[in-house]
């Protein structure tokens, strides 16, 4: 029953009913004008050291922190004919680059858009959702595992029309692939393409609808003279000086649906997204920590590589309580990165490693918006692996998080 709902969701062909970050703050012309959001919290996991995707990793002795998760400051400028966005991010760890795009469009329309520099990838829902809007703490671990930080270096287009067909949107996007912060490390470029549906006014305009769907193409770098193939069973290794430079298939399909009802009982928000594919990782080692062993690198990879088939999906529900500032918050999110083999197949004798252990994530919480600048969240994680035969996962590994967040926005 809940594979078949699971289905009946995804079937249907993006749509963000919220803020996209591949945008100025609005299109009316303007002069330079600066806005952000800052996200200062308070966490405690079930154990020290633990690996996590709420957040980052803790510290090898710590299993309590203050840090500041997010600290966004965006300037942005728009004209007749162009725009530009240019975002960093402030915490303890430093500062980053973000957002650095520049965007070409008509004087009188902006049904077409071409955009330049580092941007979000137009891939599904999540990502592009902004982070100062969304009401869960993180995206879910299979997004944040395939596409880390969101953003890569490239060009897109972008079309949607402002006539009876406004309900359409389309991007097609050309990036190096390799990530935001790195240079591309192989000649090839990565393809995505997405094509969104969203209607705002249904129901007596008491329910908003999108849905759509994405695709990826592209490939990873193999930089050793062996790679790995799933043979069913575990990994087989394919050994030949030939293998040095040639290129893996790195591919992804994706589809999502969002709706939200106002309602007697409050604001009602359910959003759902799947994704799967084929997803180059290398194998879990002392240096490289077992759940981020099947993500996408940011620099070549130094191993051998690993070819996995993998699937994600999360499950977002958020129900205002009556006509109050507080919400209700529950969450569902599952990444397999190798559904060919089951966990008590994983272990030393057939080349597997904790790469391939399947996690899940349920997510509980609440919170509280007094303003419309300041926000409260109150937010529990109880991650689930099954056991395997590897030495640090005989069974499941305590790593739940809760997250005490207080976010400005401005």
Known sequence: MKTNLLILLFIFPLVSIGQSNNSPSTYDVHDLKITGYLQTQYQRAQSEGISSFSGGDFSENSRDRFMIRRGRLKIDRVDKYSSIVFQIDATQNGVQLM??????????????????????????????????????????????TIMPR???IGAMLGYNPSNKYKFITAELAVVNGSGYSARDYDSRKDLIGNLGFKF??????????????????????????????????????NNNTANVGWNAKREYFGA??????????????????????????????????????????????????????????????????????????????SYDPNIHIKENGIGPDNNTSAGDIKFSTLGYGISYVPTTRVKFTLYNEHVVNSGTNLPDYKSDIKDDVFTARLQYRW
């Not at 849905?211 to 193939?229: K, L, M, P, Q």
């Not at 309602?263 to 997803?279: L, M, R, S």
């Open 256 to 333: 999502n649906l969002q709706l939200e009802y106002d309602n007697t009982f409050g604001n009602t928000i359910f959003k759902a997204e799947y994704v799967g594919g084929k997803q180059p990782g290398v194998a879990s080692s002392a240096n490289i920590r077992g759940p981020v062993a099947s993500q996408s690198f940011s620099a070549q990879p130094a191993t051998d590589l690993y070819l996995r088939s993998f699937s994600g999906y999360y499950i977002w529900l958020t129900q205002q309580i009556a006509d109050s500032k507080f919400t209700a918050l529950l969450a569902y999110d």
């Open 99 to 144: 957002d650095a795009f520049i965007q070409l469009y008509q004087p009188d329309s902006k049904a077409l858009l071409f955009t330049a520099g580092v941007f979000n990838r137009p891939f599904g829902h999540s990502i592009i959702y902004s982070s100062g809007f969304r009401d869960f703490p993180e995206r879910a671990r299979v997004f944040q």
């Open 150 to 152: 969101e953003r890569d």
């Open 200 to 237: 705002d006014s249904l129901a007596n305009n008491k329910l908003k609808m999108g849905f759509g769907g994405s695709i990826y193409s592209g490939t990873v770098r193999n930089n050793t003279e062996s790679y790995y193939t799933d043979n069913g069973n575990g990994f087989t290794i």
